[in-house]
């Protein structure tokens, strides 16, 4: 039942041509008809009544991203996630405390398909001026070969139950993954996307946001290779 809004939605959408105008209305759709059960998960995570729901993105027809009361994301997946999305809270709640940048702590729903973070301060790399951004080229690969070096840097023979973390939580990253851990594996973002940084007013990265994909790998040059193709993009659009 918890899929039938997805449902719903996706069977609207197909009447609609524009692929932008198709996602827009299953996110639409879908934040109105989730609105009820986000609330409650908001109500039981932080004691707070819901007051605004707004529809950030739906590029595909299985999740969505809503904010809530301007300080809460709430991602919703069409699929049962089962134990993953426990695994995917307890992993980069784990991690936060090994890397300098702050990484928005996550709470798992128990028995819907959800997750809740709230907001990290920080300004997106398009609130600058690109010439400004250009000009801070070298700065930027930098930090985020600091911060790639942090994650790698995590023994993961330590973590908890590590093995579980050879699985990919999302589809992107299942093509890195070991079959087990070995003596090369290591922490990889896995979706080092340059919309996914946070800056403070100087330029300096302050948050990392979107660790659906986080996961163990034996390809330590995922994280840099991901970040590239999405920081070229970035460079030559107009």
């Known amino acids: 039942m918890f899929a039938l809004p997805f449902y719903i939605s996706n069977l609207m959408a197909c009447f609609v041509k524009v692929q932008s105008q198709r996602h827009a209305l299953r996110g639409r759709v879908n934040s109105f008809l989730y609105t009820p059960v986000m609330s409650r998960f908001i109500r039981k995570t932080f004691g707070e009544k819901t007051k605004t729901v707004k529809f ?48 928005p702590k996550v709470y798992a729903s128990n028995n819907k398909h959800m997750y809740v973070t709230k907001f990290i301060k920080g300004r997106s790399i398009y609130d600058f001026d690109k010439e400004f951004v250009l000009k801070h080229e070298k700065k930027l690969l930098n930090q985020v070969d600091k911060i790639i070096s942090d994650l790698q840097s995590i023994d993961v023979h330590k973590i908890p139950n590590a093995e579980r973390f050879c699985v990919a939580l999302e589809a ?67």
């Open 172 to 238: 992107t990253s299942k093509k890195a993954m070991p079959e087990s851990l070995t003596d090369d594996s290591v922490l990889a973002h896995c979706d080092m996307n340059v919309r996914n940084f946070l800056f403070d007013k100087d330029f300096n990265i302050c948050g990392l946001i979107d660790f659906d994909s986080l996961c163990i790998t034996n390809d330590h040059g995922k994280d840099k290779q991901i970040f590239m193709k999405y920081w070229n993009r970035y460079k030559e659009a107009k």
């Open 56 to 103: 950030v993105r739906q590029h595909t027809p299985s999740r969505f991203v809503c904010v809530v009361n301007d300080k809460y994301f709430v991602k919703i997946f069409k699929k049962n996630m089962g134990k993953r999305l426990k695994n995917f809270e307890f992993l980069v709640n784990y991690v936060a405390d090994f890397i300098d940048v702050k990484i």
